[in-house]
């Protein structure tokens, strides 16, 4: 994939008065929600940096509650490299599979956990979460709501993106949309991912942007008529629920597609081998499986490499801008 876009330079954004380098916190005065939007979870996803970036530029203010801007793992984004960019996910570990209490407040260390414990108290104060990512193989905008069904509602009201995912997480560690209300069904909390598009695509940056304005909106957070004037994607004309059935973990270093797959590719037939792992064979588990987001660019054992996942249902236009 040819890298379309390059990474922002966020040096004038590391002081804030938040006590967080890379956090910023903006006060409306009135009574609200607070908001948070976070960009650089993968220290190689640069939408979500350009469009965080781009949004404190232009100046953005919450007119009601407090709006949480972040830029989370730095130390990889200062890693990132043109010639090797997938280096760059993390120093570490995977800052997003570290959101367990029994890892944030356990006696590990590294890198991404010490950053995830500085953020820490700014998720768990937040009642709508949105982290911005991006893909390693080109794929249509996805958003994941976890196991919230929630989630999938206010997603709905966004009206972006097409396709939105409910899933079982990932066996390596609980991510931040997960962690502690925002997976509690009495819970109003609620959290979003995004994933904008393939990493180093353009287009991804304007996903970015137009999904973090229309979360803005629709949070209450953002006055609609500033957002609406930066609006520049038309939004779908229906999104789809697609179900997360099972993960497909690698066991070994040995694993392997049987042909390049694209991302929510549909395999018509049930038992379709899509992928070999020493002696395991991987097949399709029943007709018009969804693959979702298959890749082996990060791949060890304990990884995932692909979901299986059925279409579940498809909505009309219900975004409120
Ligand atoms: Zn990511």
Known sequence: MPIEISPPDLRRWQRSASGVDYVHVLESGCPGPTVMVQALTHGNELCGAIALDWLLAEGVRPVRGTLVLAFANVAAFARFDPAAPEASRYVDEDYNRAWAD???????????????????????????LLDLHSMTEPCEPIMVCGRSTRAVAFARRLGVPGVLLLDNGHPSGLRMIERGAFSDPASPRTALLIECGQH???????????????????????????????????????????????????????????????????????????????????????????LIMPSVANLRPGVTTVRFGRDASSFGPEGAL
């Open 102 to 128: 029994e890892v944030l407040f356990g006696p590990r260390d590294s890198v991404e956990l010490r950053r995830a414990r500085e953020l820490r108290p700014f998720v768990d104060r937040a009642d709508f």
């Open 200 to 290: 180093w695509e353009r287009r991804s940056v304007e996903v970015a942007k137009d999904t973090a304005l229309r979360f803005l909106a629709a949070t209450g957070a953002v006055d609609s008529g500033w957002v609406r004037e930066r609006l520049k994607l038309d939004p779908p004309a229906r999104q789809r629920l697609v179900r997360v059935t099972e993960p497909v973990v690698a066991r070994s270093m040995a694993f392997r597609f049987v042909r390049r797959f694209a991302g929510l590719e549909v395999v018509p037939r049930a038992g379709t081998l899509i992928a070999i792992d020493g002696e395991t064979e991987w097949r399709t588990p029943y007709d018009d499986c969804v």
